[in-house]
């Protein structure tokens, strides 16, 4: 990463953790997009060239593009929703790092907020694409492309459970922990390495 970048990714971060405290203390709805660029020290141009919409303050992060780019390195031994499930579960070990309480704040913001919920589907929608095309490059068999709909689904909802509960304990269990137990839950087997 240039230092082009880097200085954005930081500008990005720092407008970021500036929305979810506002958010947090005042309310979604009671902060404006302004009250975020005055909060950060930049404008509000700048908020919107990294943020185009309010919701993505809160929604956007390199997660999906992450889990998308994994499992296509992951080994293509298992079921489909193993190489999903293994390739959630390298994602959630983010989850440990520095950026854990980052995460919490805006996974409580996601489930309070009505606004944020909504947007949040299409973001597992997008996640749930991404996961169908890269394991299409399996095969071409229509019968494959079902069969890899229905895993990422299943998997998809298996983080959702495992999401909500992380949070409900204000992450006192691990994330992962909780992934691979709501796996076996569903799957009834534990999850492959």
Known sequence: MNLKDRQRAETRQRIQRHAIRLFEERAYDATTVNDVAVAAGVSAMTVYRHFPTKEDLVLYDDLDQLAAATISELPTTGSLADRIGRTMLATFDLTTGPDRELLLARLRLMIST?????RHLDSQ???HEAF???LRADSSDPAFEFQARAAASACLGVAHVA???WASEDGK?????LFRDAFKATFDHELSR
């Open 173 to 177: 269990t691990s994330l992962p922990d």
């Open 114 to 118: 009505p606004a944020l919920q909504a």
């Open 163 to 165: 999401l909500l509960r």
């Open 125 to 127: 929608n997008r996640l």
């Open 132 to 134: 169908v095309t890269a």
